[in-house]
């Protein structure tokens, strides 16, 4: 505290401080140095992308025999490998991009749905034992996934759900269910009880609110939600792979990708352009919802 | 399945998941009298009740008791698996990997967030450079590990083969023998945390630089006018002001690792002893069929990752308290 007390005393100083020749110098020198440090750890962080992005465009023998660096000496760019992933071949990649965009949206929109349902109810209703409710759903985000998952799937297996994209659907929902109802909580609970009330005198029922006065006002915490949950469906692996791994008809881009892996590790023409196919969207929705992503990155960081 | 087959189960999906949620609002809101209030509570409470406990509570209730029997969950063997997992020596090696997980990731990639966003903090080039390390947190795993694999990729040392990873190639270039470097053990763990740590560092630095970015100016111009060196600064300010977030992203990376599949599943699929207990699990479960081991490691996973969640909870209420 002492050093904010010597702040008034010590406000003529600040500009002799600031442009004294030995400070600046100091200044510039340290920050040349932070700014070495800084494009280091930045160039460490972006030449593994780089590298295999360049290569998805360099041609098959070009990738299998020389290191993409090479590619400075040499550019020959194609799109064959892209062709080549999408659409040729027994199992062409575009089938799985597609169950990848059908598996996300409805595992994106149903817990939005349902969620901001019960957030309404757990924000605006009274009922008995809801503040223990509430705690119990709060609670269940600590809940690794990994536990549930054997049980799900003899329930999918005997109610002949399995292997359709209903599993996948179902499960996505319930896992996002508790970090869902508990962030749209907190984001309704903000909102002035006044605004309710006039809605209420107005003769507004529950129902009414929810739909015309709540969920407007909810668009910034749902699309904050919307983004996590979009590339966690996206990019989940596990989930996919348990539920939907079997089949062809229902996988979706990361199980085959994972798969390519392992099956053609040394074909890098395609891991390379199989990679960016199913690390496209995601980038796009990212950049251009970063600001959403941030939001709901840092109170969704204990889920799955 | 043909695309218009996967596009009729869509639009089934859509019509009678709108049909139940239609349903649950029209009849809400015909509710009246005394209980109106409560019957709606109802109402909207109930898919959400049912999904969580058919589909999450029940499951790991379940999983829990078949983790106290065999491995076709037909005989009870008491907490054998249990025993199993501490002592069959397989296993313990993968309790140790998960361990080296659990310890070094959250510390690197805290470190370096921290570092980066203290170095990029206020300059010009800011935005673009956090942009930089912060992308991976929109790749998948699966993309990551195959981004990191193709950097580790190795070619057997012999006549004109030239190496195509780069790590290799730098090896070649400063006169050493390029290495199979994934099947270096126990070094590999450490190649399959590196990708790991180039994902996490991106959550750190947007989480810490927003903390760092909340520290009062006036401290900071006070602490400068007391002739306070960028390293002094660094250690007796920046650092003390931002603990709770600090702790928040370290325990939220442990978090994480202990979950970690994809990537050790992608790299390595477990094997040259680089299995974590979440690996483990899945490989238990579905590929040697072992239901009792594959369910007390659940378990272990879920043991493990409560005490670290509940004193990250009670940190995150601090940061946002602020």
């Known amino acids: 505290m002492t050093v904010i007390e010597d702040v008034a005393g010590a406000k003529p100083d600040l500009a002799a401080a600031a442009t004294s020749p030995s400070a600046a110098a100091k200044n510039q020198l340290s920050s040349r140095w932070a700014s070495a440090a800084a494009l280091v750890i930045a160039v460490l962080w972006t030449i593994p992308t780089f590298g295999l992005f360049l290569s998805s465009f360099r041609p098959e023998r070009a990738v299998k025999t020389t290191g993409w660096w090479t590619f400075f000496g040499d550019w020959s760019v194609t799109f064959s490998n892209y062709t080549a992933v999408l659409f040729r071949g027994g199992q062409p990649l575009i089938n799985y991009f597609v169950n990848s965009i059908l598996i996300t949206l409805p595992a994106v929109v149903i817990p939005i749905v349902l969620a901001s349902v019960a957030a309404y109810a757990f924000a605006w209703m009274k009922f008995p034992f809801k503040d223990t409710l509430f705690v119990a759903v709060f609670a269940l985000q600590i809940v690794p996934l990994q536990v549930a998952l054997i049980p799900l799937l003899q329930i999918y297996e005997t109610t002949g759900l399995g292997g359709t994209f209903w599993t996948v659907w179902i499960s996505h929902s319930i896992f996002a269910l508790p970090l869902a109802i508990f962030l749209l909580h907190n984001s309704m609970h903000e909102i002035p009880a006044e605004l309710i009330e006039a809605a209420r005198v107005d003769g507004a029922g529950h129902v009414r609110i929810f739909l015309q006065v709540m969920l407007p006002l909810m668009k910034p915490a749902i699309a904050a939600f919307a983004v996590f949950q979009f590339l966690w469906v996206w990019n989940d692996l596990l989930v996919a792979l348990v539920f939907a791994g079997g089949t062809a008809d229902v996988a979706p881009l990361t199980v085959r990708i994972a798969e390519l892996s392992g099956t053609r590790g040394t074909d890098w023409h395609l891991l390379s352009a199989g990679a960016f196919v199913s690390i496209i969207i995601p980038l796009v929705v990212f950049l251009s919802l970063q600001r959403f992503f941030v939001r709901g990155l840092l109170a969704g960081s204990v889920k799955g | ?322």
């Open chain 2, 1 to 322: 399945m043909t695309l218009l087959d996967k596009l009729g189960q869509l639009v089934v999906a859509i019509v009678v998941f709108a049909a139940i949620i239609g349903l649950v609002l029209f009849v809400a809101d015909r509710a009246r009298g005394r209980r109106a209030e409560l019957w709606q509570s109802i109402l909207f409470l109930a898919p959400s009740a049912l999904l969580l406990i058919v589909g999450l509570i029940w499951p790991a209730l379940r999983t829990i008791y078949q983790s106290f029997f065999d491995r076709t969950s037909t005989n009870f063997t008491g907490v054998s698996n249990y025993l199993t997992i501490f002592t069959q020596p397989e296993l313990l090696l993968v309790l140790r990997n998960t361990a080296l997980w659990v310890v070094i990731t959250p510390i690197l990639a805290t470190a370096i967030g921290l570092v980066y966003a203290v170095l990029v903090d206020r300059t010009r080039f800011e935005s673009f450079a956090k942009a930089l390390i912060f992308l991976p947190m929109a790749i998948s795993f699966v993309g990551a590990s195959i981004i990191w694999k193709f950097v580790y990729e190795y070619r057997p040392n012999q006549g004109n083969i030239q190496q195509i990873g780069l790590i290799n190639q730098f090896l070649v270039w400063i006169g050493l023998e390029p290495v199979n470097l994934l099947l270096q053990q126990p070094w590999n763990n450490l190649l399959l945390i590196m990708v790991m740590i180039w994902i996490q560092a991106g959550f750190a630095m947007t989480i810490l630089s927003a903390a760092i970015k909340a520290i009062p100016d006036d401290i900071t111009e006070a602490a400068r006018l007391d002739g306070c060196g960028n390293v002094r600064m660094f250690f007796s300010i920046t650092l003390p002001s931002i603990r709770p977030a600090l702790v928040v992203v370290l325990t939220t990376i442990s978090i994480g690792v202990l979950k970690v599949f994809d990537i050790v599943r992608t790299m390595t699929g477990g094997q040259f002893n680089t299995s974590v207990i979440a690996n483990e699990f899945y490989s238990q479960s579905f590929r040697i069929n072992d239901y009792g081991i594959g369910a007390a490691l659940a378990v272990l996973l879920f043991v493990l990752v409560v005490p670290i969640v509940v004193y990250n909870i009670r940190q995150m209420r601090k940061v946002n308290a602020r």
